[in-house]
């Protein structure tokens, strides 16, 4: 809901800038620029806007502040979807997960057990990546695009953000990243962030689990790792 408003949004942000630069109005390509300019340029009289240009920039205007209001009554829902509800709120504390990463994921998925783990739950959004087997080596590929492609583009968006200040954040999973990327590019560690996003979330709420952005998993049979100490 709140993606599609904002599409809308954008699309009619962009028909008044376009009709503005045909009449030689050029100013800074962003909605706070055009915000704080529209309205003295609609009503200057001195500018070449006829008539009819003017009032299809004041019905845009007019579209475009409503759209806005109905987004941030809808951020303002999904805030207090994640205030109130145990699972939202937990999965948002995930860095790349938002309220409205979280609050869709919780709203849309419902019972987490229904996937037997993480694998199947990465695999049901598509975030899994593609294997191509040839000469006994595996290849991964793209990611498969398959499930939920609202859900699969909010953790994509979110993980995007995350990679971007990984560099800023002390925890485990940021200094994982931080490696990844280094070794691996952007757009794969944008990825995979999305997809141990999606299989952290599952673990959380399916087995009823406490976040620690410092966990350290440990398979069966491993020992785990001694954490460093602190000189006094």
């Known amino acids: 809901m709140v993606a599609e408003l904002a599409r809308v949004a954008a699309r009619e942000l962009g028909r008044p800038v376009g009709l503005l630069t045909e009449f030689g109005l050029v100013f800074a390509q962003s909605p706070e620029a055009l915000r704080l300019r529209l309205a003295d340029v609609l009503e200057d009289a001195s500018n070449e806007l006829p008539g009819i240009a003017r009032l299809a920039l004041q019905e845009a205007r007019l579209h475009w502040i409503e759209l806005e209001c109905h987004i ?19 999965a948002a504390q995930l860095a790349g997960i938002g309220p409205v990463t979280a609050s869709a994921l919780v709203a849309t ?69 931080v490696q990844l990327l280094a070794r691996v590019g952007w757009q794969k560690a944008v990825v995979a962030l999305a997809n141990k996003n999606a299989r952290i979330v599952w673990a959380l709420l399916a087995k009823g689990r406490e976040f620690d952005p410092n966990h350290v998993s440990v398979k069966p049979g491993e020992v785990p790792p001694i954490p460093a100490v602190m000189p006094t």
């Open 72 to 90: 941030a009554s809808c951020d303002k829902r999904i805030a207090a979807h994640v205030r109130s509800d145990a699972q939202a709120k937990t």
């Open 109 to 177: 998925v419902g019972d987490f057990k229904q996937f037997k783990n993480g694998a199947q739950f990465g695999s049901w959004l598509g975030l899994v990546p593609r294997q191509n087997s040839s000469g006994g080596k595996t290849q991964l590929g793209r990611i498969t695009k398959r499930g939920d492609d609202y859900l699969r583009t909010l953790l994509i968006q979110g993980a995007k953000s995350a990679v971007m200040t990984a560099h800023k954040r002390s925890d485990r999973i940021s200094q994982w990243l």
